[in-house]
């Protein structure tokens, strides 16, 4: 199974940013998908959730309002929209796979990762 992210970058605040993460290697309509970010010193935290269908959706409070989550099951492929980019955004981006569902507290409890992708934000 790989997670390959990428679209990260450096962008300045109140700019726009849309990631990608393709999925190969899993049936990856039967699998539920996620977003974490980890920020230098700090945890790696829950971003946002979307069920296998892409009929259910799940984000964190920081992110509510500004980010997108969405699969195109036909490409294989999860993505985030990113709206009105903050400093505090800065982090590496990190898809995730579980065969049941995304486990937003337990992060290493989900099946799979990719690697992640740096995204800054300057002010």
């Known amino acids: 199974v790989q997670l390959q992210a990428y679209g990260g970058g450096l962008v300045q605040a109140g700019k726009s940013l849309r990631l990608s993460c393709v999925a190969s290697?899993?049936?990856?309509?039967?699998?539920?998908m996620g977003w974490f970010r980890q920020a230098p010193g700090k945890e790696r935290e829950f971003v946002a959730a979307?069920?296998?269908?892409?009929?259910?959706?799940s984000y964190a409070d920081s992110v509510k309002g500004r980010f997108t989550i969405s699969r195109d099951n036909a490409k294989n492929t999860l993505y985030l929209k990113m709206n009105s980019l903050k400093p505090e955004d800065t982090a590496a981006y990190f898809c995730?796979?579980?065969?049941?569902?995304?486990?937003?507290?337990?992060?290493?409890?989900?099946?799979?990762w990719g690697q992640g992708t740096q995204v800054t934000v300057s002010s």
């Open positions: 979307i069920t296998s269908s892409g009929g259910g959706t």
């Open positions: 995730a796979a579980d065969r049941r569902y995304i486990r937003p507290a337990e992060p290493e409890k989900n099946d799979y």
């Open positions: 290697g899993l049936t990856f309509s039967n699998y539920a």
